[in-house]
Structure formats: structure tokens, C-alpha cells
């Protein structure tokens, strides 16, 4: 199967997928509004990659998370947080001199025009990740290594780790890629599109919003996208609540959203990638990785935060196999990857 990564026979010992990237303590609104009018929030953790990685561990992969985090009481909320998770944290490296990050935000869809988030992250213990600090041996110690464009903005060094793990190389592990378009994060954001296609163009798997490469990259519509992008085995364009097109070689698959009752519209893109890459494990067919993320999306989507847990495998399955009629019957709301818990279909 295409992009799916091969399996040998230390497979029983190997890590399944290995995320790279900053995490941050965050902080998320008591009631909605501007951050001026917000009376309090409460503490969660938030960062694309290890959303991935909580994800995997908790749908019943080894997943580890490796980063640098701030020798303060933020980094050990974090660390503890994520292992909490099922998340193996053993090649996080602690940092002496530079904080952990944190971020507030509002509670408004990214997209919307009033939402905003206030990053607190310049200089932080992550941004110092480098080719010469970050353990080579984690990082390819798993069937799969997973980043995002995020990452690149952090540094001058963190861009050059990128692009040495985007690199040809021997034996190199599948390497996933989100694109993550942030022109916030970009100092001088003339650079960033440029950069973000280098990266995606040496990986292996790929997902990108079809409304960010139209930002980045100018480029509308999943064919002008695989064009900019002939490299990946696998392109996976996200297209909101339409669903997702996955170019796998030449062939391209078309794969519906559900619908779904939105509680809070964060953590989406980084749950579709975990369930995506659950199934790209797993070795199933294509149109089943997708269907294996939206339904992963979905979870994310019924709840305030950014994680939650996945519905159970083999319900999961279930629901994956139904016919198309069937499938874009579903609806899906809060609570509905509870084992005791019916699925609502219109």
C-alpha cells in the first residue's frame, strides 16, 4: 500500500510514530469575547504535535514526543500532562536558561475574524531545538516521524532541523508533514511560503488545508496542489467540512466529512493527522484513512478542548466500513465516542 510504512520484524519493540515539536501550557477562555473582556481561563496544553501523539497513544499506538521544555513548573505540566496520555516523553530535553511557552486565546474558530491568540513563546526552550541538541536516535526510532511547519518558524535553528529531517537519507523513517500554515508565527513572512513548500516537498505524507495553500502558495483546487507537490507518495488536501482528497501516486480518492455538532472548532487538523496516520499504520486503504480521521476530527471537534479520546477501535471500524449512503447519513455530537452512546443519523 502506498505511504504506508514497512513493517520488520522488530516491529513488537519499534515506536509506531515519533512527533517533533513545541508544545505550550494554554489557556482557554472562561466565557466568549475578546481577550480585553475574558474574566479568567482555564490551564490546558496545546501544540500540533503532541495533539498527534496523544491522540495515537490513546487509539492504542506507541507514540513518543520529543521537544524541549522550560526546567519550570509549566514544563512539568506539560511533561506530566502528555505522559499522561500514554505518551512515551523520555527524549524531552529540559532547558536551564529559557521558559516554557504559553499562549491564550479566544474561543472563536481560528478562521473568524475576532479571534485571537496572544503567544507568549519568543525565546522559549523549544525555539532553541537544533540539530545539535535534539536526540537523532529518538527521533528515528519510530516507523513514522511526524512534524509540521510550525516548527520551521520557531528559529533559524529549528528551520535547519527541519530541513535536515526532510532530507534524503538511508533508512530515513516515513516522514508525515503538516503544512500549518502560521504567517503570525514568520518573522519577515515573505520567506514562509517558500520554506513550507521546500519542507512539504521532502516528506513522504503530507496534509495541507486547501485554504492554506491558497494563502501560502496561491494555488487552488487538490490538482494544482499535487502539481506544486509531485514528491509525497501520499497528499492529503483537507477541505473543511466538504472532507478531504487524498492523492496516493496518481490515484485520487475522495473522501466526505461528517456532520458534526461543533462544541469548539480547535484541535481538528491535528486529530484528522492522528487518525490518518492510525489507519496508514495499520496498513488500511486510503479511503479508510481518511474516514479513519474524520471520524478522529470529529471527537476533537465534540469537546472544548484540544484532545480527547478516540472512539474505540473496533467501533471506529465499524463505522468506517458502512456504505457511503450509510456514512453520510451519521451525525455526530458531544459524547458520541462514548462505548454506551448511539450514533444519531439524518
Same mark, same amino acid.
Given at each position: 500500500?502506498? !505511504?504506508?510504512?514497512?513493517r520488520?520484524?522488530? /516491529?513488537?519493540?519499534?515506536?509506531d510514530?515519533?512527533? =517533533?515539536?513545541?508544545?505550550?501550557v494554554?489557556?482557554?477562555?472562561?466565557?466568549?469575547?475578546?481577550?480585553?473582556? #475574558?474574566?479568567?481561563?482555564?490551564?490546558?496544553?496545546?501544540g500540533?504535535e503532541?495533539? $498527534?501523539?496523544?491522540?495515537?497513544?490513546?487509539?492504542?499506538?506507541?507514540?513518543?514526543w520529543?521537544?524541549?521544555?522550560?526546567?519550570?513548573?509549566?514544563? /512539568?505540566?506539560?511533561?506530566?500532562?502528555?505522559?499522561?496520555?500514554?505518551v512515551?516523553?523520555?527524549?524531552?530535553?529540559?532547558?536551564?536558561?529559557?521558559?516554557?511557552? +504559553?499562549?491564550?486565546?479566544?474561543?472563536?474558530?481560528?478562521?473568524?475574524?475576532?479571534?485571537?491568540?496572544?503567544?507568549?513563546?519568543?525565546?522559549?526552550?523549544?525555539?532553541?531545538?537544533?540539530?545539535?541538541?535534539?536526540?537523532?536516535e529518538?527521533?528515528?526510532?519510530?516507523?513514522? @516521524?511526524?512534524?509540521?511547519?510550525?516548527?520551521?518558524?520557531?528559529?533559524?535553528?529549528?528551520l *535547519?532541523? @527541519?530541513?535536515e529531517?526532510t532530507?534524503?537519507?538511508?533508512?530515513?523513517?516515513?516522514v508525515?508533514?503538516? #503544512?500549518?500554515?502560521?504567517?503570525?508565527?514568520?518573522?519577515?513572512?515573505?520567506a514562509?511560503?517558500? $520554506?513550507?513548500?521546500?519542507?512539504?516537498?521532502? %516528506?513522504?505524507?503530507?496534509?495541507?488545508?486547501?485554504?492554506e495553500?491558497?494563502?501560502a502558495?496561491?494555488?487552488?483546487?487538490?490538482?494544482? +496542489?499535487?502539481?506544486?507537490?509531485?514528491?509525497?507518495? $501520499?497528499?492529503?488536501?483537507?477541505?473543511?467540512?466538504?472532507?478531504?482528497t487524498? +492523492?496516493? !501516486?496518481?490515484? $485520487?480518492?475522495?473522501v466526505? &466529512?461528517l456532520? #458534526?455538532?461543533v462544541?469548539?472548532?480547535?484541535?481538528?487538523?491535528?486529530?484528522?493527522?492522528?487518525?490518518?496516520?492510525?489507519?496508514?499504520?495499520?496498513?488500511?486503504?486510503?479511503r479508510?484513512?481518511?474516514?479513519?480521521?474524520?471520524?478522529?476530527?470529529? %471527537?476533537?471537534?465534540?469537546?472544548?478542548?484540544? @484532545?480527547?479520546?478516540?472512539?474505540?477501535?473496533?467501533? &471506529?471500524?465499524?463505522?468506517?466500513? @458502512?456504505?457511503?449512503?450509510?456514512? !453520510?447519513? =451519521?451525525?455526530?455530537?458531544?459524547?458520541? *465516542?462514548?462505548d454506551d452512546?448511539?450514533v444519531?443519523? *439524518?
Amino acid at each position: 500500500m502506498s !505511504g504506508t510504512p514497512a513493517r520488520t520484524a522488530a /516491529d513488537a519493540a519499534t515506536t509506531d510514530v515519533v512527533c =517533533l515539536g513545541e508544545s505550550m501550557v494554554t489557556f482557554l477562555p472562561s466565557q466568549p469575547g475578546r481577550l480585553a473582556d #475574558v474574566p479568567s481561563f482555564g490551564r490546558g496544553i496545546g501544540g500540533a504535535e503532541s495533539n $498527534v501523539a496523544c491522540a495515537l497513544a490513546r487509539a492504542g499506538h506507541r507514540a513518543a514526543w520529543v521537544s524541549r521544555v522550560g526546567a519550570d513548573g509549566f514544563g /512539568d505540566h506539560l511533561v506530566d500532562t502528555i505522559a499522561g496520555y500514554g505518551v512515551d516523553t523520555s527524549a524531552v530535553r529540559r532547558d536551564p536558561d529559557r521558559p516554557t511557552g +504559553i499562549y491564550f486565546r479566544t474561543a472563536t474558530d481560528r478562521a473568524a475574524d475576532v479571534h485571537e491568540v496572544a503567544y507568549y513563546r519568543a525565546g522559549s526552550a523549544a525555539s532553541a531545538m537544533s540539530p545539535a541538541n535534539v536526540p537523532h536516535e529518538a527521533l528515528f526510532a519510530g516507523r513514522v @516521524l511526524h512534524l509540521s511547519g510550525i516548527t520551521a518558524a520557531l528559529s533559524a535553528d529549528c528551520l *535547519t532541523l @527541519l530541513r535536515e529531517l526532510t532530507a534524503p537519507r538511508p533508512g530515513r523513517p516515513l516522514v508525515s508533514f503538516d #503544512v500549518n500554515h502560521r504567517p503570525g508565527l514568520w518573522r519577515g513572512g515573505d520567506a514562509s511560503p517558500r $520554506v513550507l513548500l521546500e519542507l512539504a516537498r521532502g %516528506a513522504d505524507l503530507v496534509f495541507v488545508g486547501e485554504d492554506e495553500a491558497e494563502e501560502a502558495w496561491g494555488i487552488v483546487g487538490a490538482e494544482a +496542489i499535487r502539481a506544486a507537490l509531485p514528491e509525497p507518495a $501520499v497528499l492529503v488536501v483537507k477541505r473543511g467540512a466538504e472532507g478531504a482528497t487524498v +492523492i496516493a !501516486g496518481d490515484t $485520487v480518492t475522495e473522501v466526505p &466529512a461528517l456532520r #458534526v455538532d461543533v462544541v469548539a472548532p480547535v484541535g481538528a487538523g491535528d486529530a484528522f493527522a492522528a487518525g490518518f496516520l492510525s489507519a496508514t499504520l495499520r496498513g488500511l486503504p486510503v479511503r479508510d484513512r481518511a474516514r479513519h480521521g474524520h471520524l478522529m476530527a470529529a %471527537a476533537a471537534l465534540t469537546v472544548p478542548g484540544d @484532545l480527547t479520546d478516540p472512539p474505540a477501535r473496533d467501533r &471506529a471500524d465499524r463505522l468506517v466500513a @458502512l456504505d457511503d449512503t450509510a456514512w !453520510g447519513r =451519521l451525525r455526530l455530537g458531544p459524547g458520541w *465516542t462514548g462505548d454506551d452512546q448511539e450514533v444519531r443519523t *439524518t
